[in-house]
T-cell receptor, first 109, second 116 residues
Framework: RKEVEQDPGPFNVPEGATVAFNCTYS??????FFWYRQDCRKEPKLLMS???SGNEDGRFTAQLNRASQYISLLIRDSKLSDSATYLC??????????FGKGTRLSVIA | DTGVSQDPRHKITKRGQNVTFRCDPI?????LYWYRQTLGQGPEFLTY????????KSRLLSDRFSAERPKGSFSTLEIQRTEQGDSAMYLC??????????????FGPGTRLLVL
């Protein structure tokens, strides 16, 4: 089983839609969780950290379910500029980041 | 620009040649990481430094790969006797390296290597 698993997509959604991405992780000792965004041929950039209580940043909401070892990202009112690959990232605390393969999102006008 | 920088941005080489990449982290960051990313995959960890000390190496880092951070500032990643399978984007990241485990890693633009 992969350490971090994501649906690769692509998710093709119209502007204004709400879209949700899910991610599961295998290491129950994982301590911190992130969503990174990566544009085509660019470096990953931190979108948001994911906290146990869930957190929101504008149109983006992240949730963590430790019991199910599951992380989610919800994007509301999608914009064309949201088109990118979204990487689910996990850290067990003793090793560097473990990335999923990413979920590709295309927002269509 | 005070972000992470990498040089060169692109490198084309012939199989069997040696290549060296450089990474300059954000100036106050103590930790420096190297990752490799191939098409359709997320970045995969290669190695990391806390100041000048290399603390961890991935099994992906074969004996043809070597990394250094001699003064705890910039780092180099060398690949000897390159193979076509080494073609990838090599990403460098840095972080503050304090006791905060949820510290953020900031990535450089990457060096895209193509081995012919």
């Amino acid at each position: 089983r992969k350490e971090v698993e994501q649906d690769p997509g692509p998710f093709n959604v119209p502007e204004g839609a709400t879209v949700a991405f899910n991610c599961t992780y295998s290491n129950s000792a994982s301590q911190s969780f992130f969503w990174y965004r990566q544009d085509c041929r660019k470096e990953p950039k931190l979108l948001m950290s994911v906290y146990s209580s869930g957190n929101e940043d504008g149109r983006f909401t992240a949730q963590l379910n430790r019991a199910s070892q599951y992380i989610s990202l919800l994007i509301r009112d999608s914009k064309l500029s949201d088109s990118a690959t979204y990487l689910c990232v996990v850290n067990t605390g003793n090793t560097p980041l473990v990335f999923g393969k990413g979920t590709r999102l295309s927002v269509i006008a | 620009d005070t972000g992470v920088s990498q040089d060169p941005r692109h490198k084309i080489t012939k199989r069997g040649q040696n290549v060296t990449f450089r990474c300059d982290p954000i100036s106050e960051h103590n930790r420096l990481y190297w990752y490799r990313q191939t098409l359709g995959q997320g970045p995969e960890f290669l190695t990391y430094f806390q100041n000048e000390a290399q603390l961890e190496k991935s099994r992906l880092l074969s004996d043809r790969f070597s990394a250094e951070r001699p003064k705890g500032s910039f780092s180099t990643l060398e690949i000897q006797r390159t193979e076509q399978g080494d073609s990838a984007m090599y990403l460098c990241a840095s972080s503050l390296g304090g006791s905060e485990r949820q510290e953020t890693q900031y990535f450089g633009p990457g060096t895209r290597l193509l081995v012919l």
